[in-house]
């Protein structure tokens, strides 16, 4: 079984805080990883994907990977109340027996962004 | 392009009915996946249909089925309800290059 492991949280930090979430897994052929928000009582939300090594940044939101270590996080800049949500890791994996791959998520890190 | 859609988006039943919950991804997505979420037990992956065809399976019973249509439309069917399947059923489609994969509003299930 393929395990994906998030921090376990829940996260509070001040507003205009650097909010940092992160991620390992198991699986060293996964090869895609995204980051999914879900506000309380929606469904999740897909904010970031990276592929590559290193940092993907967009707007407020940096995702970094690093393949060796097998870990993924999500860093969110100057966080605002807005972003209070529950933050779901996920990443690609191939089950046995199976020829396609498919997400598997973490148990999520709840954030609070206080004023 | 509009977004995955699931219908309904509430429903209560009682125990040993049957429900059957439905489905359309994006336009042009060909992969629908199926996860029960609550509070206990997180995101659970029920199954993932592509092309028709069932291509990956979680650990659910039986009980617990779906189906493709040709349009991409999937239902997901559970038999014989008890009260552990009140749940947040949602669907979510992605296309065949990569696993960006995009989830509709959800079906609230409550089972009495």
């Known amino acids: 079984q393929k395990e994906v492991e998030q921090n376990s949280g829940p996260l509070s930090v001040p507003e205009g805080a650097i909010a940092s979430l992160n991620c390992t897994y198991s699986d060293r052929g996964s090869q895609s990883f995204f980051w999914y928000r879900q506000y309380s009582g929606k469904s999740p939300e897909l904010i970031m994907f990276?592929?590559?090594?290193g940092d993907k940044e967009d707007g407020r939101f940096t995702a970094q990977l690093n393949k060796a270590s097998q870990y993924v996080s999500l860093l969110i800049r100057d966080s605002q109340p807005s972003d209070s949500a529950t933050y779901l890791c996920?990443?690609?994996?191939?089950?046995?027996?199976?020829?396609?791959?498919?997400?598997?998520f973490g148990r999520g890190t709840q954030l609070t962004v206080w004023p | 392009k509009a977004g995955v859609t699931q219908t309904p988006r509430y429903l209560i039943k009682t125990r040993g009915q049957q429900v059957t919950l439905s489905c359309s991804p994006i336009s042009g997505h060909r992969s629908v996946s199926w996860y029960q979420q609550t509070p206990g037990q997180g995101l659970q992956f029920l199954f993932e249909?592509?092309?028709?065809?069932?291509?990956n399976k979680g650990n659910f019973p039986g009980r617990f089925s779906g189906r493709q249509f040709s349009n991409s439309r999937s239902e997901m069917n559970v038999s014989t309800l008890e009260l552990g399947d009140s749940a947040l059923y949602l669907c979510?489609?992605?296309?065949?290059?990569?696993?960006?994969?995009?989830f509709g509003p959800g079906t609230r299930l409550t089972v009495t």
């Open positions: 996920a990443v690609n994996a191939i089950d046995r027996g199976s020829t396609l791959g498919r997400l598997y």
């Open positions: 990276i592929y590559s090594n």
């Open positions: 979510a489609s992605r296309g065949t290059l990569n696993y960006e994969q995009y």
């Open positions: 249909y592509f092309s028709e065809t069932q291509r």
